[in-house]
């Protein structure tokens, strides 16, 4: 149950993040992140900053949860 309250929080701060992000647009610095041949769009250097923070929180929160059960799983095997 607790988990379950970790990861509604971290849902919540994550959809305000993103929205403070959106709305903090004014630096119009853009950048895009280049990987092998990959390339983003180019979004300001704040949004990028806030969306990536949002992401961690949020698989922070899921992440416990499966390694919760997988536990459970290698308890319950004889």
């Known amino acids: ?3 379950l309250t970790n990861l ?3 849902l919540i701060i994550a959809f305000w993040i993103g929205a403070i992000a959106i ?16 390339e983003s769009i180019r979004l300001a250097v ?3 900053l806030a969306f990536s923070f949002g992401v961690g929180i949020v698989l922070g929160a899921i992440v416990p949860l ?4 997988s536990r459970s799983r ?5």
């Open 1 to 3: 149950m607790k988990t």
């Open 8 to 10: 509604l929080t971290s």
């Open 23 to 38: 709305v903090a647009s004014q630096n119009l610095t853009r950048i895009s992140l280049k990987f092998l041949n990959l």
């Open 46 to 48: 704040g949004q990028i």
């Open 66 to 69: 499966f390694w919760q059960r």
């Open 74 to 78: 290698k308890k319950s095997r004889p």
